[in-house]
């Protein structure tokens, strides 16, 4: 098939008004279910699922096994930017991403035995940026990242035990989906490791009678520093 081919049938995956509105809802980066995402293309469930079928036929979305649960996210940087053309030209913008979860939850929490909510998916990016974690392609596995040899210098100076990380039994270190914030946060051996250090450091109490944590006036400190942001955007 040449380009031009290609190109109409990439269009007519996005021209239907249903799946044109799933699309736009994606481009804030966050994973929706088929059945958020069929609430907004404003269709029953089984239509939704061939819309994202459609979608996934284009490489326009991918889907993420968490669970039992099924999300949908755009392929690549690629289709957000092509979309964003898209809507320049349409003179709207896309709409921003408004999680439900509980607000004491939201900002960090325990997922199992690794940090989860917003902070989880800072340090997730952060490792990203700095090019600490890589996908693996030696696995088989799903979602498997490699640790470069600069992220495994910085984690132990930050002093995350990271061989004792890789002699666990289990996967080192992965991508988890976080539920509230519907972007990967670190999970694995090393995700555990990292969460257990921050506790220990103090940066991170946890709260009595729930996997909620708490971020004390030290740890927002320190991190804010490592990430370079605001504190007060830690908050």
Partial sequence: ???????????????????????CCLMDGHARTATELAAVGEVGASTASSHLARLRQQHLVEMLAQGKHRYFKLASPE??????????????????????????????????????????????????????????????????????????????????????????????????????????????????AWLQRLCEQGWLQPELDSRGLRLTRKGQARLAALLDVDAKSLQ
């Fill in 1 to 23: 098939m040449n380009a031009d081919q290609q190109l109409s049938l990439v269009a007519g995956a996005i021209a239907d008004p249903a799946r044109a509105r799933m699309l």
């Fill in 79 to 192: 289709v957000a930017r092509a979309l964003e053309a898209l809507l320049v030209l349409a003179g709207v913008s896309a709409p921003r991403f408004k999680p439900s979860t509980p607000q004491p939850l939201r900002l960090a929490r325990r997922c199992y035995d690794h940090l989860a909510g917003h902070l989880g998916v800072l340090l997730h990016e952060h490792a990203h940026a700095q090019a600490w974690l890589s996908p693996d392609e030696g696995s088989a596995e799903a979602g498997a990242y490699a640790l470069s040899a600069t992220g495994e210098q910085a984690l132990q100076a930050l002093g995350v035990d990271v061989a004792a990380a890789r002699a666990k039994r289990r996967r080192f270190a992965c991508a988890c989906l976080d539920w509230s914030e519907r972007k990967p946060h670190l999970g694995g051996a090393l995700g555990a």
